[in-house]
């Protein structure tokens, strides 16, 4: 299964980024292609709602920044995974601006499965970011693979990479 791993923590080193690269290893180790795009690092706008895209734009949004990168590879995946840190109670800017730029195409068009996995200091943090992972699952008509938390005494932890390669024997 080609798999894309959206990165939205802008810490290299980080817990999300942790995260991010144990699911990789462990969809690699059975057999799947695996992309992480680490979008904290790219210049992504928000979406303008100006409707270009399903006017003139036949689909393709008028912005032209770094999301040009992701667009062939959401494209091609057939999974999408996001990885994102909890910042006030719900997913980072980082993240949020490509999940907002596929208004364009409406959905991916091979993907079939999502999962999603967030980190954050703090415990009880995670309804906002859950429930709009949920509600884009559903709007996409994709299977939800489920969602891995991780607050600060469980972040980096053998249990935590437990949960994670138990996500991916899903896949």
């Known amino acids: 299964m080609n798999v894309l791993i959206l990165q939205g923590s802008p810490r290299a080193k980080g817990n999300t980024a942790w995260m991010a690269e144990e699911f990789k290893n462990a969809a690699e180790a059975a057999g799947h292609q695996v992309t992480v795009?680490?979008?904290a690092k790219k210049k992504i706008a928000?979406?303008?709602a100006c409707e270009y895209c399903h006017n003139k734009g036949n689909g393709e949004c008028i912005q032209k920044d770094d999301?040009?990168?992701l667009y062939p590879l959401m494209a091609e995946a057939e999974m999408l995974v996001l990885a994102a840190p909890i910042y006030y109670f719900t997913l980072d800017a980082q993240?949020?601006?490509p999940i907002q730029r596929?208004?364009?195409?409406?959905?991916p068009a091979k993907?079939?499965?999502m999962a999603m996995m967030v980190s954050s200091y703090s415990p009880n943090v995670y309804d906002g970011a859950t429930a709009e992972f949920r509600d884009i699952c559903n709007y996409?008509?994709?299977e939800n693979l489920g969602v891995i938390t991780a607050k600060i005494d469980e972040q980096k932890t053998?249990?935590?990479k437990a949960k994670i390669v138990d996500l991916v024997s899903k896949v």
């Open 67 to 69: 999301m040009q990168e």
């Open 140 to 142: 996409w008509e994709v």
């Open 95 to 97: 993240i949020q601006a």
């Open 111 to 113: 993907v079939k499965k």
């Open 158 to 160: 053998d249990e935590t």
């Open 37 to 39: 795009m680490n979008v």
């Open 46 to 48: 928000g979406c303008l």
């Open 102 to 107: 596929m208004y364009c195409v409406n959905k």
